[in-house]
């Protein structure tokens, strides 16, 4: 009795613990995420591969998922990264590249669109995990909780 006892405990030992695995390894479709975010974004431009290299400096090789997409009116500067790293130094890469953008946004805004730096001052950039978005919109409060909520 007591060995059929001590199986059965050990099982749903190791039952839970598969399930504290999966937890950890959430995957976010930040598909979903983004289609979220369209009723406080404007019309905005996602970048295929290549333009979002040239234009920020991503590689698609560093990414498991991404999207990065800027406002299609050169005078708005929303721009949206929702993106999920392939592992630890790609994450760090693509952290250094955000800090980037975010000083050339400053310095683009600062004296041609007043309006639009006060928005680009208030950008997050934000990381979960292996997760990472940029968010330059003047909405950026409701686009933090969303990604949050969504990779938490």
């Not at 030992?13 to 976010?28: F, R």
């Not at 598909?31 to 970048?47: F, R």
């Not at 979002?52 to 500067?77: H, P, R, Y």
């Not at 929702?82 to 310095?107: F, H």
Request: net charge negative.
């Amino acid at each position: 009795m007591k060995k059929i006892l001590i199986c059965v405990l050990s099982l749903l030992m190791l039952i839970s613990l598969a399930s504290c695995g999966k937890d950890a390894a959430k995957d976010v479709d930040l598909q979903k995420i983004y289609d979220s975010y369209q009723e406080y974004l404007p019309d905005m431009m996602v970048l295929d591969d290549n333009t979002m290299f040239n234009l920020l400096g991503i590689k698609a090789e560093d990414c498991t998922q991404v999207i990065a997409a800027v406002c299609s009116a050169g005078l708005q500067a929303d721009e949206v990264w929702l993106i999920q790293a392939k592992d630890q130094a790609a994450l760090d890469r693509l952290l250094a590249l955000a800090k980037t953008r975010q000083t050339a946004k400053e310095d683009e805004t600062e004296s041609y669109l007043p309006d639009q730096y006060v928005i680009v001052k208030e950008s997050k950039t934000l990381t979960q995990g292996l997760y990472l978005a940029y968010l330059v919109s003047p909405h950026v409060q409701e686009l933090q909780t969303a990604f949050e909520n969504a990779v938490k």
